[in-house]
């Protein structure tokens, strides 16, 4: 069965160093979203994508957050420099395309930041 | 911004017992979605129902959907231990600057 891959599955940095996170999602799905989930919250989208191109990154930090899906397949979610409240699940999921389309999730990325 | 508010946060129920939750929103939408997620793990998707449609059934889970009160039930029959996770609803907006946005969640669990 297709699954949403994500790496690496747990990651601890200090404060002020860069951290990346890689997604690769079912093949053949246009629409990949990146969120950030807080512990006891519900997930926050951060950035979409359809195909190459962003559709949404209203709630990204772009002063220190970046995205990209250069070739439309996998991506990348990259944090520099890292902050104490950036400790969160960071989620990975896809959809055959935008719109009233079920959303598979890879099992996420438990980041620490010390 | 959370557009989803779950109700009730967190839920204890006896094997065997039925498991309602609900979820409010603020605007207009598309669809609305269920999700489970069980501790420590990604998202598994439940349920779709679309803004035109009442009600929707997928083996013991029934959803249904009030969009004149910005509404919508999930109802778990029969509990399971296995039904132990948290459940979010997620709703698409209409307006062309409206994203996918999940709610806060409901803690389910199921007594022995």
């Known amino acids: 069965e297709a699954e949403v891959a994500q790496s690496p599955r747990y990651k601890i940095t200090e404060k002020s160093q860069a951290v990346a996170f890689w997604c690769d999602p079912i093949?053949?799905?246009?629409?990949l979203y990146w969120y950030r989930q807080i512990l006891g919250q519900g997930p926050e989208l951060l950035v979409q994508f359809q195909d190459e191109s962003v559709v949404d990154d209203s709630q990204l930090p772009k002063d220190r957050f970046s995205a990209e899906r250069l070739k439309g397949v996998d991506s990348t979610l990259k944090i520099q420099p890292a902050e104490l409240g950036d400790s969160a699940m960071y989620l990975c999921?896809?959809?055959?395309?935008?719109?009233?389309?079920?959303?598979?999730f890879g099992p996420g990325t438990r980041l620490t930041v010390l | 911004s959370q557009q989803g508010e779950e109700d009730p946060q967190a839920l204890s129920i006896q094997e065997g017992e039925n498991a309602t939750m609900n979820c409010s929103y603020k605007?207009?939408?598309?669809?609305l979605q269920w999700y489970r997620q069980n501790s420590g793990r990604g998202l598994v998707h439940l349920i779709l129902i679309r803004s035109n449609e009442r009600e929707k059934h997928s083996g013991r889970l029934r959803v249904t959907l009030d969009t004149s009160k910005k509404s919508s039930s999930l109802l778990i029959t029969a509990s399971r231990a296995a039904d132990t996770a948290s459940y979010f609803c997620?709703?698409?907006?209409?307006?062309?600057?409206?994203?996918?946005?999940f709610g806060s969640g409901t803690r389910l669990s199921i007594r022995p």
């Open positions: 997620a709703t698409d907006g209409r307006s062309s600057a409206s994203k996918i946005i």
């Open positions: 093949s053949g799905h246009a629409t």
């Open positions: 999921a896809s959809s055959l395309r935008q719109g009233a389309y079920e959303q598979f």
């Open positions: 605007t207009s939408i598309n669809n």
